[in-house]
């Protein structure tokens, strides 16, 4: 089982900056992804940024390409998700994410809530 603990968020005006950091614990051998999906109030939970465990290869959605930086340190089981330029419409929930084992399962984190003001 992998467990997944969020932190970061919260209120920001239009242009600013936030990180977000995840720690995964458990059996974090099995993670093939981790990354970081959004989910705005009435709308589908999208992707945002993926990295892959094994290659380090980078995935982000078009929407956030050159505002968003998707990172880990390996040390610290730990992946984080550096917002710039941040826009009103990527107020939303976000939850970090794990692809595990075999079948790739998802696991997800607890979700924080990231409000851009305009």
């Known amino acids: 089982q992998v467990q997944l603990v969020e932190s970061g968020g919260g209120l920001v005006q239009s242009g600013g900056s936030l990180r977000l950091s995840c720690a995964a614990s458990g059996n974090i051998f099995s993670i093939n992804f981790m990354g970081w999906y959004r989910q705005a109030l009435g709308k589908q939970r999208e992707l945002v940024a993926q990295?892959?465990?094994?290659?380090?290869?980078?995935n982000y959605a078009d929407s956030v390409k050159g505002r968003f930086t998707i990172s880990r340190d390996n040390a610290k089981n730990t992946v984080y998700l550096q917002m710039n330029s941040l826009k009103p419409e990527d107020t939303a929930v976000y939850y970090c994410n794990a692809r595990t084992g075999s079948y790739y399962t998802h696991v997800w984190g607890q979700g924080t809530q990231v409000t851009v003001s305009s």
């Open positions: 990295i892959t465990s094994s290659s380090g290869k980078i």
